[in-house]
RNA sequence: GGAGAGGUGGCCGAGUGGUCGAAGGCGCUCGCCUGCUAAGCGAGUAGGGGGUUUACGCCUCCUCGAGGGUUCGAAUCCCUCUCUCUCCGCCA
């Protein structure tokens, strides 16, 4: 959600965010609700203070004149209920509205709509010769017996995947190093719940909006988290955080569920889109004036863990109309898939500045009073992806897999041999 | 799953229909005092919305877990939900 200030006194800078994201809105009609809102708001908080005013006098009365006293202000207070139903159901029509209104595009955001719109800011590592990268994930899996999609599919469907020896002890190792890497940083590990309520879905920009791609349990109220943003976010809901403290820093592990609905026939192929994986996301609260160098920061980190697996890849500046509703501004990584010959994303960092901490209530103690923080978010290591991107770029001639130096004190292998 | 007890300001804790956004204590901030990292004294110290002001500020409304209801008036009464704690059961 964005400032509401916005609305009332810079609708340029609204209309400017909202063409550049390709939505049409008529913002005018919008300012004008806002303001009936307010008077309508107003005037019946005027017949409460009468009336509070009248009960005053009312306690000291007795009698007769409490009886009249009490028949005149019942007239008042029929007034204030009437205006006060008004004035919630005004707030409710504008909020409605407003929720839906995507945070404000940075400007150096890149522009354009589409995802073939992100400008690309760097290229770093070299191709596997595509000579020797001839197998993907798949071929890989299927050789060396560590990933099991057909019987994943007889149990749980499509997009479900069985990883199996090597790749199992490749992932703890990945999840070790990721935290190795960040601790030193300051990134408080977290375990997070992946069961949240409604509201930590609210909180982050994904309510409303984005419901058909969140798997729902009815019977409890709960939804399973697409990303473990969701519970970081939220961790910190309705609190006021001392300045000293910020940033604060947090690396979280979680298993992420996406129902993935609209992708039927997109990507069909291993288990490079999936129902179910596990992901080590980054997130930082901290003040409004530090978000750009903080979300500078978690690309920085994020290209280090990349680097230190040795994956071709290239950074993205996302177009602004590729955004989702809670980014001002997104950078993707997207590692060199040989399988697909192509790059495709395997981290996303956004910086959402006030956009969730308005809605989760986030603040801190700073000189001018209390100010909402800004969050940022970033994958660390979208593991299933990022174990794709190890074995296609990493695999010799033979069939072989190496695993990279930095990999080797958390396995006991050093290469993966296939099975006699 | 069964039984019970509770959710009040940063924390503890009073308050069972009227001048309560809320006694008292702790903590914290500022000032005073004190020759010794303490004690004492005084003041201040929740969040949010709206109006007004160049601004400091002033006015006003809402919030005592959440949402409804009763009433001229609700922290206090009624209903629903939710969370926490204790005991029993079950359980990784």
């Not at 288990?271 to 997130?283: G, T």
């Not at 001018?368 to 074995?391: D, M, P, Q, S, Y």
Request: with cysteine; glycine share 8%.
């Amino acid at each position: 959600m964005i400032d509401v200030s916005i609305l009332r006194n810079s609708p340029d800078v609204l209309a400017t965010s909202l063409q550049r994201r390709g939505i049409s809105l008529d913002i005018e009609a919008l300012a004008e609700l806002d303001q009936k809102r307010r008077r309508v708001r107003s005037s019946a908080e005027d017949l409460r203070a009468e009336q509070k005013e009248a009960g005053k006098s009312i306690a000291q009365l007795e009698g007769d004149e409490k009886a009249a006293a009490i028949s005149r202000v019942a007239e008042v207070a029929e007034g204030y209920k009437n205006a006060l139903a008004e004035a919630d159901e005004l707030d409710a029509r504008f909020e409605a509205q407003w929720v839906l209104i995507p945070n404000l595009v940075d400007p150096t955001a890149a522009d354009g709509l589409e995802e073939e719109d992100a400008v690309e800011l760097t290229r770093w590592g070299r191709q596997p010769d595509p000579a020797v990268a001839v197998r993907d994930h798949v071929e890989l899996g299927e050789m060396h017996g560590f990933l099991d999609i057909e019987r994943a599919a007889k149990v749980s469907g499509s997009r479900f995947g069985y990883l199996l020896g090597p790749l199992v002890r490749l992932e703890f190792a990945l999840v070790q190093y990721a935290l190795d890497t960040l601790e030193p940083y300051g990134f408080v590990p977290v375990v997070t719940p992946v069961l949240v309520r409604s509201n930590a879905l609210y909180g982050t920009g994904f309510f409303p909006g984005d419901e058909d791609q969140v798997y729902s349990l009815p019977a409890d109220d709960l939804y399973l988290v697409g990303t473990s943003e969701v519970s970081l976010a939220a961790m910190h809901g309705d609190e006021i955080l001392d300045g000293d403290t910020l940033p604060l820093r947090y690396v979280g592990f979680s298993t992420c569920f996406r129902r993935e609905s609209g992708t039927y026939g997109k990507d069909t192929r291993g288990i490079f889109r999936v129902h179910q994986f596990d992901k080590i996301e980054m997130f930082s609260f901290c003040k409004p004036e530090d978000s750009p160098q903080t979300h500078d920061f978690l690309l920085a980190r994020e290209e280090e863990l990349v680097q230190g697996l040795e994956i071709p890849y290239r950074v993205v500046n996302v177009a602004a109309g590729d955004l989702g509703s809670s980014a001002a501004k997104k950078y993707d990584i997207e590692a060199w898939f040989p399988g697909q010959n192509r790059y495709r994303e395997i981290t996303s960092t956004s910086n959402t500045t006030d956009y969730q901490s308005r809605r989760l209530k986030i603040r801190y103690k700073s000189d001018k009073g209390n100010e909402l923080v800004h969050t940022l978010n970033g994958t660390a290591i979208a593991v299933g992806r990022w174990l794709i991107a190890l074995v296609e770029n990493l695999q010799q001639a033979d069939g072989s897999i190496v695993v990279p130096e930095v990999l080797h004190k958390y396995v006991n292998f050093d290469r993966i041999e296939l099975p006699a």
